[in-house]
């Protein structure tokens, strides 16, 4: 593997992709994606569908081995899925109900009312529950919906809804409500479960005996069709999110904090299960007596084989808020986030967890130069390492204060800002700090230099500088005093920025004079603006709540506000010469630029590839042995052209593409081959 790494990196250099300003942005943590998932289902043993916020939907035709994000056409959170067959299913929204015909390819919206829950008893005929003790019905595959009349509250919402048969159904909610119905929805039947705690999942297994799960640790059982419900004994406090039974006695039950249990006596006792995972889970699904799936928070997918002794998942290397990043060259980097450092010396292929032991949150990282680097964290956290991140001791800083940013001007010379006015500085490459001067009694969240003695650091409505070395600072007032800034960047020793926020909008404030006068930016965003980071002069970016992602390419004159993808917060944005990267909550790492991924994971060839001529101005010809896939990839990583050719037609045009350095590779039985070719 270390040897296909580094002819990767070579080849890497040979290619020069440096050009990353069309590239798109992808997930490295967690794969596919990193959105939280709400609801799973299965049509059948092998095909599954898997919706969450903002729109996602992943479908899976090899029974969850392999996971493919699908384009609902919706940035809503979506909170629940049901598919009648493999091809024919829908998805809901607290304001849509979408409808596919062609197994997730195309989604058409229904209505423009949804839910939070969806059940199909046929092809035809369904049902929605939702706000306002709202329950809704189709007859005719979803494309008119009739508001039954419930009896509920308005003041309630519905959460979960089952039916055992195109008569009888139940819809569980708010307070503890459960509604019953035994003539398709005409008349609905309040029914006393005993709890005034929110019920958010029923399921039955037959016409008398169902379950209904909620808040504080609830389960109730019915035996008698719902007539009367009775407490489930367990030592469950945790909010229960889904209930499924495969059987008669076999039954899961999903909860916070990754919790999932299972009864094998009908729920007269339930076992606590390994699932794998710390985040909440929020649906449970079983295709057969062993076979299921998990999903929940952070993007996790967990699947057993063994009825759920053992549970394993999609790749995730960490679902942790992730707090920082920073690379020393274009392979090596590092991020910190909860008491996590995380390394990679491949681009961020793979990350390698380094073991700190039980430590307060980090909060940000600094490498001085190729070995030597600095995390600093929550309750005066130091560390240092010397092996180039391989091994961290910690270091006295001298403070309990939290300390939030690390900048280093030489192997020597650091500076560290917290809480409380906190100023730390080393001359000894972090054996000793000392608490510097300071005007202000505010806390500062960003130091950066711009030289060995000028300096800045920023906070709530101010920006400290020093022009010796941190021996004093003066501070200067930007903005009113609601605003925050959290990040701190210059260009070059007159020009920098600082960002953060005010009264429900992102601010953004620029010096031209070394931070003598600050000018504020139009930055069109309402969310919380954490990280700057420029890659020239101009063309910058900031990263911040809910996913947002600045960018301007002219100074900051204009900010323009990028597709968003994700509701994750975003706190770290770092470039080097040949991709960016974003860290966040939930894990969050994403990656912009470089070779694309699905090449580098799938990579197990180090044979060159052979074709003619090269340079090549019209087409380039491939001595083929067997059928194979060709792509061509830019500067910027993006894929260019895809094509399939056989032995027999074994020439590709690019009589189209620009003038430029590509990367050709082709791939056949699981074997992949690359080369650069020139297009002249």
Request: proline residues 1%; contains cysteine; glycine residues 12%.
């Amino acid at each position: 593997m270390k040897t296909k790494i580094s002819l990767l990196t070579a080849l890497l250099a040979i290619i020069g992709l440096s050009n990353i300003a069309n590239a798109q942005w992808t997930w490295l943590n967690p794969t596919p994606q990193g959105n939280d998932f709400n609801s799973v289902y299965f049509a059948d043993a092998t095909t599954g569908y898997a919706a969450g916020l903002f729109g996602t939907i992943l479908k899976t035709t090899n029974g969850g081995t392999s996971w493919t994000i699908l384009n609902s056409g919706t940035t809503q959170e979506l909170k629940s899925v049901c598919f009648v067959n493999a091809n024919t299913g829908f998805v809901i929204s607290t304001d849509v109900i979408l409808k596919t015909a062609d197994g997730g390819s195309t989604w058409t919206q229904v209505s423009n009312s949804g839910g939070n829950s969806i059940f199909f008893v046929d092809a035809n005929t369904g049902f929605v529950a939702g706000m306002n003790g709202s329950i809704r019905k189709t007859v005719n595959g979803g494309t008119t919906w009739t508001f039954l009349n419930t009896g509920a509250s308005p003041s309630n919402s519905f959460h979960s809804i089952y039916f055992i048969d195109a008569n009888t159904g139940y819809a569980t909610g708010d307070n503890g409500m459960i509604y019953k119905t035994t003539d398709g929805g005409s008349n609905w039947v309040f029914q006393t479960s005993g709890v005034q705690t929110k019920l958010l999942s029923i399921s039955f297994t037959d016409a008398n005996t169902g379950w209904a799960v909620g808040w504080d640790g609830v389960i109730r059982n019915t035996t008698d069709g719902g007539t009367t419900w009775t407490k489930q004994t367990s030592s469950i406090t945790t909010t229960l999110t889904s209930v499924f039974f495969k059987g008669a006695n076999t039954g899961y039950i999903t909860g916070e904090y990754g919790k999932v249990y299972k009864t094998i006596d009908g729920g007269s006792n339930w076992t606590s299960q390994t699932s794998g995972t710390t985040v909440s889970l929020k649906s449970v699904y079983f295709t057969d007596a062993n076979t299921g799936f998990l999903v929940g928070g952070s993007g996790v997918i967990r699947k057993t084989t063994d009825g759920g002794t053992n549970w394993t998942g999609n790749s995730i290397i960490s679902t942790s808020e992730l707090k920082s990043i920073y690379f020393t060259n274009v392979n090596t980097g590092y991020i910190v986030g909860g008491s996590k450092l995380l390394k990679t010396t491949n681009a961020g292929i793979n990350w390698t967890e380094i073991s700190m032991g039980m430590l307060p949150a980090t909060n940000s990282v600094f490498f001085a130069d190729a070995t030597t680097g600095f995390a600093v964290g929550n309750s005066g956290i130091l560390l240092k390492s010397t092996d180039g991140g391989d091994t961290w001791s910690g270091v006295s800083s001298g403070t309990s204060n939290h300390l939030f940013s690390v900048y280093f001007t030489s192997a020597n010379v650091g500076y560290v800002v917290g809480d409380w006015n906190t100023v730390l500085k080393t001359i000894d490459g972090g054996v000793t700090w000392t608490k510097q001067t300071t005007v202000i009694q505010r806390t500062l969240n960003s130091v950066y230099f711009t030289d060995a003695n000028n300096g800045y650091a920023t906070g709530k409505n101010i920006v400290l500088k020093t022009t010796d070395a941190g021996t004093t600072w003066t501070e200067k007032t930007v903005g009113s005093t609601s605003v925050g800034f959290n990040s701190i960047y210059f260009t070059d020793a007159n020009t920098g920025y600082v960002a953060g926020y005010t009264n429900n909008k992102g601010v953004i404030y620029k010096t031209t004079d070394g931070g003598t006068n600050w000018s504020e930016q139009t930055s069109g965003s309402s969310k919380v603006l954490k990280s700057i980071f420029f890659k020239v002069a101009n063309n910058g970016y900031i990263v911040g709540d809910e996913g947002t992602i600045l960018k301007t390419a002219d100074g900051g004159t204009n900010w323009e506000i990028q597709t968003q993808f994700t509701k994750n917060h975003f706190n770290s944005i770092v470039f080097t010469s040949d991709a960016g990267y974003i860290v966040g909550a939930g894990g969050t790492i994403l990656k912009m630029g470089g070779i694309p991924q699905s090449i580098l994971s799938d990579f197990i060839s180090d044979k060159r590839l052979n074709f003619y001529p090269n340079p090549s101005n019209d087409a380039i010809y491939f001595p083929l042995e067997k059928n194979s896939s060709i792509r061509i990839y830019n500067f910027n990583g993006q894929l260019i052209k895809e094509t399939a050719l056989n032995t027999n037609a074994s020439k590709i045009n690019i009589s189209d593409l620009k003038k430029g350095i590509y990367l050709v590779v082709i791939s056949a039985d699981n074997e992949i081959r690359y080369s650069k070719f020139i297009k002249e």
